[in-house]
């Protein structure tokens, strides 16, 4: 969940976060589900939070997506619960990364 420059210009976000959903005991997944009555579209809902005994999520997570999308370069949510949440509907694959704890 660190930032590094991106290798592929078709997906500015491959690369730069080191590939695992997982690192210094945060957790990252995305849930993928097709919108009803559309094939091509999808609806993601982004999850940032804490592994089993590790502190909660606080403050902003910055979660960068596919640079098509119009905040591509960092869309901020403030945690909630211990965990920070962003849904966004999307056609294809993209890479997402994300960036908190300072």
Do not use: C, N
């Not at 804490?50 to 640079?67: A, D, I, R």
């Amino acid at each position: 969940m660190s930032s590094h420059a991106a290798i592929d210009k078709y997906d500015k976000q491959k690369g730069r976060f080191g590939g695992s959903p997982r690192r210094r005991g945060r957790t990252l997944t995305a849930e993928v589900r097709a919108v009803p009555g559309d094939e091509e579209w999808y609806r993601i809902r982004l999850r940032v939070y804490p592994e089993p005994g590790q502190p909660p999520v606080e403050g902003e997570v910055t979660f960068y997506l596919h640079q098509t999308f119009d905040d591509g370069e960092g869309h901020t949510e403030t945690a909630k619960g211990g965990e920070a949440r962003v849904s966004v509907y999307a056609y294809g694959a993209f890479t997402v990364g994300a960036v908190l704890d300072d």
